[in-house]
Structures are given as structure tokens and as C-alpha cells.
């Protein structure tokens, strides 16, 4: 269980490192800036010709009576928006790191050479276009498996008392595992590890993973609020690769030297 609060520190480390570094943080709002007036542009012409839409979708319903008509393309126009919504929230990560892979691929860099003993960063020697592809194929299929996870919670959600408690538990840590995933994905493809092994490696650590990504998962239901904390995100799920990579920090070489000159100090007195 210690490692759900070690998990969260990182989430916190990643908000303090990008509130010290306000010129990283201002580059890092602009993936999220863009991503968040594309979907509100959708949401906003779905709610104008959705009804249009349904009517259209629906053509055998133009000879029901009344209220009857009405009722039918009513409800169905407020799934459809729901649905929407729901795969707004759900994608809004995936499409965000998708469009600011340059923006966040250089964040990560700096985070890296800013924590790194001596001052350097893995680099994955890739091309752009080889890194966007990687990227999208592999938020691709991270978001196929969150929809899956989806359906399943979806259908447990319809049973008595457990649906209603236990259910969305379940799912706001399975949320925040793969939004981990995506995040922590920006640090790891450039140390060259691929989606099959950054998924092994987490499932050896979720409570690290769900202690970090399910707080963020419940902040990012509010898509404008995941605006402002995506680059502080992307900064903690590079310090918590890092970890889980076993590689050493500038804050770890140096506990250690301060650990080592203690014990010389015990010796030589």
C-alpha cells in the first residue's frame, strides 16, 4: 500500500516541477489548449444538429403521434451527446499526447536532463514521423482496451447495489492505469520500450501506478481542469519511469553522497 502514496508524491513532484519552470509549463498548455476547443467545437455542433441528426437517423418514426415522437428523438439526442461526452473524456488524453508529441516529448527531455545525475537524456534517435506513428498506434490501442473495460463496467453497472458503489471504483482505477500509461509512455518510447513491455512493467507495480494515475483520473473528468495539469502529468510520469526503470536521480546521487560522507565522518572520528 506504500506505493499508492509514493505513486501520488510523483504526481505532486511533476505539478512542482513545471511550477518552477513556467516558460516548460506555458510551452506545455498548448497541446490541451488546442485539443479542448476541438472537442468543445464537436460538443457544441452535436448539441445544435444532433436533433437534425436523429431525425435524419430515425426515419421511421416521422408517423408516430405524439408525444410519442418527440419523447423517442428526445431521449436518443441526449445518449448521443452523452456518448459523446463520454468519449471526449475518454480519448481527450490520447488525442492531447497525440497532437503535443513534440510539445511533451521535449518537456520530458528537459524533466530527464533536469533530474539526471549527469545531466543527459535517453533519445530515441526516431524520426518525427516515426515517433507520431508509434504514438498513435499505440494510444490506439490503449483506448480500445479502456473502451472494452468500459463496456464490462458498463454492464456491471446494472447490478443492484454493486453498480451503484463498487463499479465505479473499479473504474476510475482502471482509468487511471491506462492514463498513466499514456502518459508515462511519452518517457519510456524514447528509452525504447514498447507498449506490451511498459504494461508488464506496470502490472508489476499498479498500486504505484494506480496511486499516481487515479486522483489524475478523477481530475481529468473535467476535461478544462486536464488542460492545466497535463504538463505537470507528463513531468511526474517521467520521474515515476525513471523508478520504475530503476534509474537514479540527482535527488537519490545525492542522499547517497550525503549518506557516504556520514559514514566517512563515522570512520574517521
Known amino acids: 500500500m506504500r506505493d499508492l502514496g509514493v505513486g501520488f508524491t510523483y504526481l505532486l513532484k511533476g505539478q512542482r516541477w513545471v511550477a518552477r519552470h513556467g516558460k516548460q509549463y506555458g510551452f506545455g498548455l498548448i497541446p490541451g489548449l488546442i485539443t479542448l476547443v476541438l ?40 445518449v448521443l451527446w452523452a456518448l459523446a461526452l463520454l ?68 454492464a456491471l453497472g446494472f447490478i443492484p447495489f454493486v453498480g451503484q458503489t463498487v463499479v465505479p471504483v473499479i473504474g476510475f482505477f482502471v482509468t487511471g492505469f491506462f492514463l498513466t500509461e499514456e502518459l508515462a509512455a511519452v518517457a519510456l518510447q524514447r528509452r525504447g520500450v514498447e507498449l506490451r513491455d511498459r504494461l508488464a512493467l506496470f502490472r508489476t507495480r499498479k498500486t504505484l501506478i494506480w496511486g499516481f494515475g487515479t486522483p489524475l483520473a478523477v481530475a481529468f473528468l473535467v476535461p478544462f481542469v486536464a488542460v492545466f495539469l497535463m504538463p505537470g502529468a507528463v513531468a511526474g510520469a517521467t520521474l515515476m519511469a525513471r523508478e520504475l526503470l530503476g534509474e ?22
Open 39 to 78: 472537442y468543445a467545437a464537436a460538443l457544441v455542433s452535436l448539441a445544435v444538429w444532433g436533433e437534425d441528426f436523429i431525425g435524419w437517423a430515425t426515419p421511421f418514426a416521422d408517423d408516430w403521434s405524439s408525444p410519442w415522437l418527440g419523447l423517442f428523438r428526445g431521449f436518443l439526442t441526449v
Open 87 to 154: 468519449l471526449a473524456v475518454l480519448t481527450f488524453t490520447a488525442v492531447t499526447l497525440l497532437i503535443g508529441q513534440p510539445f511533451y516529448e521535449s518537456l520530458s527531455e528537459k524533466v530527464d536532463r533536469d533530474v539526471s545525475p549527469d545531466g543527459t537524456a535517453p533519445e530515441s534517435g526516431l524520426p518525427l514521423w516515426r515517433e507520431l506513428w508509434i504514438s498513435g498506434r499505440d494510444s490506439l490501442r490503449i483506448v480500445v482496451r479502456a473502451l472494452l473495460w468500459a463496456v464490462l463496467l458498463f
Open 248 to 269: 537514479e536521480t540527482r535527488e537519490d546521487s545525492d542522499a547517497n553522497d550525503n549518506d557516504n560522507d556520514n559514514d566517512t565522518e563515522g570512520i574517521t572520528s
